[in-house]
């Protein structure tokens, strides 16, 4: 296994409803792997229904389930949900770090 800077992986903006994403993504086989940075401010502007576990490094990120149930991360806490499963959006009013795997 080799290790790679944070910085090796070219970044790629996603403009949300508002703010941005800024994703950092590798692919290995079906897996892809991102460190995701929400700008403060940031409102997704999709519900996802894809699966994902997710890791919060920094901020404060929520979680929006689209029943309206809502979640907020702090670091060190994580989530996961299946495909096809309770379809959600993200949102970060300080801004975030999160890892994420699908």
């Given at each position: ?40 401010g940031y409102v997704a502007d ?19 389930l689209q029943d309206g149930r ?33």
């Open positions: 296994m080799r290790g790679h800077s944070r910085d090796a992986v070219e970044p790629r903006t996603h403009p949300g409803e508002s703010g941005t994403a800024l994703w950092r993504t590798k692919h290995f086989g079906d897996v892809r792997v991102r460190m995701v940075d929400y700008s403060p999709h519900w996802c229904s894809n699966g994902h576990v997710l890791l919060c490094l920094s901020g404060e990120p929520h979680t929006e809502r979640y907020v991360l702090t670091p060190g806490m994580s989530y996961q949900v299946s495909d096809g499963a309770e379809p959600h959006r993200s949102s970060s009013p300080t801004g975030a770090r999160l890892f994420i795997v699908d």
